[in-house]
């Protein structure tokens, strides 16, 4: 068994799980509108992030039954779709920041979204990269479906685990559950093939961006950096 269709055939389920989760961690804000209404920038958002949820799918799927033809031309579609995820993110993140101002709270959400989003670049541009070598591309596609844990787990225990006061408390499991899965990924990839070219580094990538959330958000050069990302004319 090749390497390639072996991480697929082990990841195939985890991308079908993750738009479960999402409609369940989402269902309060985005399906139902019971915290605020949605706006336009918000139904671009997760179009763009569903998207990229049944890409995944289908891709592992195409691998999985070895169909790696239509599973190349299916996947120029994402030279479409990663810029619109880029856009649609930076577009939602200045209309947010601009209805939060430069609060905590504003200044919190927007590192939050900068990172997770510097993280799926990193992951996908690595994947694009190497994309001639299956099983590295392959390893890095799986990384680009880590970035979405936070933002749905974090929903699913604040609405349904946690106290409204355990925001903190609620990043911290978030951010543990996503390096943990990225964990079992590097001793997976150990004891079946000897190898830690890829999951090992991007642990690393993920603890480095991880980190200005907690110790960041407060200094003044992000504070400069918000306002200015506030100001621009793009929402």
């Known amino acids: 068994m090749s390497l390639t269709p072996a991480i697929f055939r082990n990841s195939f389920l985890f991308f079908v799980a993750i ?12 399906f139902t509108g019971q915290i605020r209404p949605m706006t ?8 763009a992030m569903f998207g990229w949820c049944f890409l995944l799918i289908i891709q592992s799927f195409l691998i ?3 169909r790696r033809d239509l599973h190349r031309k299916i996947g ?8 619109f995820i880029v856009l649609s993110t930076l577009l939602l993140a200045n209309k947010q920041l601009n209805a939060r101002g430069l609060t905590g709270e504003g200044l919190y959400v927007l590192m939050l979204q900068i990172t997770i989003l510097v993280q799926f670049i990193i992951f996908y541009g690595l994947a694009i990269k190497n994309r001639k070598r299956s ?14 844990i936070d933002p749905i787990f974090a929903r699913i225990l604040m609405f349904n685990f946690l106290p ?3 925001a903190a408390m609620a990043q911290i499991l978030t951010f543990a559950l996503t390096d943990l899965i990225l964990i079992a990924l590097i001793v997976w990839d150990w004891r079946t093939s000897k ?16 980190l200005p959330v907690f110790f960041f958000v407060g200094s ?9 990302f506030m100001q621009l004319p793009i929402s």
């Open 19 to 30: 738009p479960l989760f999402a409609m369940w961690g989402f269902w309060p804000t985005y």
């Open 40 to 47: 336009g920038f918000d139904h671009a958002h997760g179009m």
């Open 64 to 66: 999985r039954t070895s």
């Open 76 to 83: 120029k579609l994402s030279y479409a779709l990663v810029p």
């Open 135 to 148: 099983d590295v591309h392959a390893r890095f596609m799986v990384c680009t479906a880590l970035p979405m």
């Open 164 to 166: 409204a006061e355990s």
């Open 195 to 210: 190898r830690k070219d890829v999951f090992l580094p991007m642990l690393f990538v993920l603890l480095v961006l991880q």
């Open 220 to 228: 003044p050069t992000w504070g400069a950096f918000a306002e200015w």
